[in-house]
């Protein structure tokens, strides 16, 4: 592209519309986005490829974009040594996995900012993730590294390359093996998740600790299923841990990242959007599982922080809100003592204090030097209530909101809406609030109105005037389950045909038959990646082949399609048994073993949409905790419930009289039919309850 006008004195990124790439239009390194005139570039002037991948909210991501691409002299090290590439993860998540896998297999770990060098050719030889501008004990700095990296390259070009190829070659056939099996073992994954259980602060292992929401659910799941007190501890305990601690945002509700510190209570305060609706979910699951109503309390505060500062004008979804204000992590969010005694008074901000951990001398320490620095996280110590607070944090949140916010990325990204749409709808049905179904009908529609290409199929990203960027697997599997939650909480059949006829076309596009999995990027779309993938593990989300699992169980439930079912079988045969070990990279995947091995259950409500009658019976129905059960409506011909071509086992239960009545099939048996909210519960009761799974 052409930089002139107004981009003049900019780099490349300046036409970009990505949040995270326009926040480096103005960097001195000369950075290309993503794309062939970058590598084209690096092949004619025979240079490395620096490759740097974040995103918006990443407070590592500008700690370093501040010491090393806004520095002149590292700038001119990396223009006359690289050509240099910039990518937003969440743009390109294909180009993120791909890489952070060679970083991964390099260095044992991985994280943002992630740093790439390679040849033009696309293959790296480099991985590391926040590098300092100075060299010392976090290792070499940019300003030592980058001379050295032109000398290997000018100087030991042979080995290089060499060493490049065969990096390449051991992940692209390690992408190609295909795994037979049964999948890992729900029973000896809980087994080694005990074993790194914190009984004393919740989570597992120690800092840092990661929310991880869907992992939460398997718990729940697996504690409903098998009575298995070990699960119900740990997803009790780590749900109590994060809603008291400097995770959660006490003031404005909301979860931050994840927990720098093994007792929750010091966090990295991005806030993005899956965490929220995989959390909800969490929370939700563990309010209905283990009758804890506080949970319940929690859910409903993170759709409240949700609907008011990441809701688009659209009723979409944005991606996230920054770490950092005013060029500080936190501050946004960070108090002085003498603040808060100021603003409740003496008596009230002193109780306040010492409810919330409040020091004169602070509760967050400098990074550097270890000292406290005055500034204090909000958690609760103790068994402090925190509803004796209520009017306090009115008041301190009216305060905090006189600050400069964080910044938004205020990307809609399909996936990652589809998960709130989930947890929205999954809320609705569990709390009774109408306000949040209609709030995951806005999201939907939104997406299926403006996601999508002329071809039908979804895309990925929209922002402003950008190019749209076609949906990858994530974006189908959390797009459908979001539409499968919302059928449920709603019988709307549009939204259980949308959910078919998007997996219809994922299968289409996106199942390879030889490994039984799906790939990251639809047929002939491998482009600009050096090999077309697979993400079968668990990260911050679940993978899309476990989330996909899930959703082609429960729509072959649903519709009486065993072909679904037994994709989803297949799916699962696809994962290697040794992953029981490590359930935090297969939970979601477990999760679906689990709902494979238990006995079908359909809840048919047939009748007249909106009759009370209609709504005592499904109100009666929703008390109960019934993961594996699938839930239909099944109205009259031309209603809004009508499952014409859809689901012909549930139609047939169709009443045009209007009465209402709820049809049970479970542990392949048809129970009589019921008409009163009574004999709802007494069919319920139970259903399934703390059954051992079939192996």
């Keep these: 592209m052409v930089i002139d006008g107004e981009h003049a004195k900019r780099n490349r990124l300046a036409g970009e519309t990505s949040p995270y790439l326009l926040e480096h239009a103005d960097n001195p390194v000369q950075w290309y986005p993503w794309g062939d005139e970058a590598f084209a570039r690096a092949?004619?002037?025979?240079?490395?490829?620096?490759?740097?991948?974040?995103?918006?909210?990443?407070?590592?991501?500008?700690v370093m974009a501040r010491e090393s691409f806004e520095d002149g002299e590292i700038a001119e090290l990396m223009n006359r040594a690289f050509i240099n590439i910039k990518v937003d993860r969440e743009e390109r998540p294909d180009v993120d996995r791909l890489y952070m896998e060679f970083c991964q297999a390099l260095t044992g770990s991985g994280g943002w900012?992630?740093?790439?060098?390679?040849t033009p050719d696309r293959r790296p030889f480099f991985a590391a993730t926040y590098i300092p501008r100075e060299s010392g004990p976090r290792g070499m700095g940019m300003r030592d590294l980058v001379p050295r990296l032109e000398e290997i390259w000018h100087g030991d070009r042979e080995r290089v390359v060499d060493s490049a190829g065969r990096i390449v070659e051991t992940l692209r056939a390690h992408a190609d093996v295909p795994v037979r099996g049964a999948g890992p073992d729900p029973g000896a994954a809980v087994d080694a998740l005990y074993r790194s259980f914190d009984a004393e602060r919740g989570g597992f292992g120690g800092a840092p600790k990661f929310p991880m929401g869907h992992l939460?659910?398997?718990?729940?799941?697996?504690?409903?299923?098998?009575?298995?007190?070990?699960?119900?501890?740990?997803?009790?305990?780590?749900?109590?841990?994060?809603?008291?601690?400097?995770?959660?945002?006490?003031?404005?509700?909301?979860?931050?990242?994840?927990?720098?510190?093994?007792?929750?209570?010091?966090?990295?305060?991005?806030?993005?959007?899956?965490?929220q609706a995989l959390l909800a979910m969490a929370y939700l699951e563990g309010h209905r599982a283990f009758g804890v109503d506080s949970f319940a309390g929690t859910a409903r505060e993170i759709f409240t922080y949700v609907l008011r500062d990441l809701a688009a004008p659209s009723g979409a979804f944005y991606a996230a809100e920054d770490a950092d204000s005013e060029g500080e992590e936190g501050r946004f969010y960070l108090w002085r003592r003498g603040?808060?005694?100021?603003?409740?008074?003496?008596?009230?901000?002193?109780?306040?204090?010492?409810?919330?951990?409040?020091?004169?001398?602070?509760?967050?320490?400098?990074?550097?030097?270890?000292?406290?620095?005055?500034n204090n996280v909000l958690f609760l110590e103790g068994a402090e209530d925190s509803s004796r607070f209520r009017e306090a944090?009115?008041?301190?949140?009216?305060?905090?909101?006189?600050?400069?916010?964080?910044?938004q990325d205020d990307k809609i990204l399909t996936d990652w809406n589809g998960l709130m749409i989930a947890a929205l709808a999954k809320g609705a049905a569990v709390l009774g609030d109408a306000s949040l179904v209609a709030a995951a009908s806005r999201a939907a529609s939104h997406i299926?109105?403006?996601?999508?290409?002329?071809?039908?199929?979804?895309?990925?990203?929209?922002?402003?005037?950008?190019?749209?960027?076609?949906?990858?697997?994530?974006?189908?599997?959390?797009?459908?389950?979001?539409?499968?939650?919302?059928?449920?909480?709603?019988?709307?059949?549009?939204?259980?045909?949308?959910?078919?006829?998007?997996?219809?076309?994922?299968?289409?596009?996106?199942?390879?038959?030889?490994?039984?999995?799906?790939?990251?990027?639809?047929?002939?779309?491998?482009?600009?990646?050096?090999?077309?993938?697979?993400?079968?593990l668990d990260g911050a989300v679940p993978s899309a082949n476990s989330a996909a699992m899930m959703n082609l169980l429960r729509l072959g439930r649903m519709t009486g399609r065993t072909d679904l079912e037994d994709k989803a079988r297949r799916v699962a045969g696809a994962l290697p048994g040794e992953l029981s070990e490590h359930l935090a990279a297969c939970a979601w995947a477990?999760?679906?073993?689990?709902?494979?091995?238990?006995?079908?259950?359909?809840?048919?409500?047939?009748?007249?949409?909106?009759?009370?009658?209609?709504?005592?019976?499904?109100?009666?129905?929703?008390?109960?905790?019934?993961?594996?059960?699938?839930?239909?409506?099944?109205?009259?011909?031309?209603?809004?419930?009508?499952?014409?071509?859809?689901?012909?086992?549930?139609?047939?239960?169709?009443?045009?009289?209007?009465?209402?009545?709820?049809?049970?099939?479970?542990?392949?048996?048809?129970?009589?039919?019921?008409?009163?909210?009574?004999?709802?519960?007494?069919?319920?009761?139970?259903?399934?309850?703390?059954?051992?799974?079939?192996?």
């Design 113 to 118: 900012p992630l740093n790439i060098v390679m």
């Design 339 to 374: 603040e808060i005694v100021s603003l409740l008074g003496p008596d009230v901000g002193e109780r306040f204090c010492s409810a919330y951990g409040v020091r004169d001398e602070g509760n967050v320490r400098d990074e550097a030097t270890r000292r406290l620095t005055g």
């Design 216 to 275: 939460l659910v398997f718990l729940s799941r697996y504690h409903h299923a098998t009575g298995d007190e070990r699960a119900r501890e740990m997803a009790v305990k780590t749900l109590e841990s994060m809603g008291r601690g400097g995770i959660r945002d006490h003031l404005g509700f909301g979860f931050h990242r994840y927990s720098t510190d093994g007792s929750w209570r010091l966090p990295h305060f991005e806030k993005m959007l899956y965490d």
């Design 448 to 536: 299926l109105e403006t996601h999508r290409a002329e071809d039908g199929s979804l895309l990925h990203c929209l922002r402003g005037e950008q190019a749209p960027l076609p949906a990858m697997a994530d974006d189908y599997a959390f797009f459908t389950w979001g539409l499968i939650e919302l059928y449920e909480a709603t019988f709307s059949s549009s939204y259980l045909r949308a959910a078919m006829e998007l997996t219809e076309a994922f299968i289409a596009s996106f199942w390879d038959d030889t490994s039984s999995s799906f790939y990251s990027t639809r047929a002939g779309e491998t482009g600009d990646l050096l090999f077309r993938r697979r993400e079968l």
């Design 43 to 62: 092949a004619a002037e025979d240079r490395p490829v620096f490759l740097s991948i974040g995103y918006s909210a990443c407070h590592w991501c500008h």
């Design 590 to 695: 477990l999760a679906g073993i689990l709902a494979a091995r238990e006995a079908p259950c359909e809840i048919v409500l047939a009748g007249k949409p909106g009759s009370a009658s209609m709504e005592r019976l499904l109100n009666a129905a929703r008390k109960f905790y019934l993961p594996h059960a699938v839930i239909l409506g099944a109205g009259p011909r031309g209603s809004d419930w009508d499952l014409a071509g859809l689901a012909p086992g549930a139609e047939k239960y169709r009443d045009d009289a209007g009465d209402a009545a709820v049809h049970v099939c479970a542990g392949f048996s048809c129970k009589s039919p019921v008409s009163t909210p009574e004999e709802v519960s007494d069919l319920l009761k139970g259903l399934g309850k703390n059954k051992t799974p079939e192996s």
């Design 393 to 407: 944090r009115r008041i301190l949140l009216e305060a905090r909101g006189k600050r400069i916010r964080p910044r």
